[in-house]
């Protein structure tokens, strides 16, 4: 089992940065590939980055050039850096693992971190 635990979210306005977290522990040599994804508030779930073992990074469009995500310690931490944040980048943040690395695409995660709210206000 894989424990992920979240930090970071808050509210900022337009223009601003965030800096969200996720520390996994547990039995963190399975996993593979770590990522974010992006609740909205009308329930649309997103993955906007993905990290692997290998170092891989996919980013969704809609956050390209404005958000980096980076590892520490093989996995173990995953950071996602979110600069000019907009309005539409408003909802819940959920740190997600897999032992696949093509499985986060596909929303597939075999942990879920429990979310951090980040509100983007105009």
């Known amino acids: 089992q894989v424990q992920l635990v979240e930090s970071g979210g808050g509210l900022v306005q337009a223009g601003g940065s965030l800096r969200l977290s996720c520390t996994a522990s547990?039995?963190?040599?399975?996993?593979?590939?770590m990522g974010w994804y992006r609740q909205n508030p009308d329930n649309q779930r997103e993955l906007v980055a993905q990290?692997?073992?290998?170092?891989?990074?996919y980013y969704a469009n809609s956050v390209k050039g404005r958000f980096t995500i980076t590892m520490d310690n093989f996995l173990k931490m995953v950071h996602l850096q979110m600069n000019s944040l907009k309005p539409e980048d408003t909802g819940v943040y959920y740190c997600?693992?897999?032992?696949?690395?093509?499985?986060?695409?596909?929303?597939?995660?075999?942990?879920w971190g429990q979310g951090t709210q980040v509100t983007v206000s105009s």
């Open positions: 997600a693992a897999a032992r696949d690395v093509g499985a986060l695409g596909y929303g597939l995660a075999d942990y």
């Open positions: 547990g039995s963190t040599r399975s996993i593979n590939a």
């Open positions: 990290i692997t073992s290998a170092g891989t990074i």
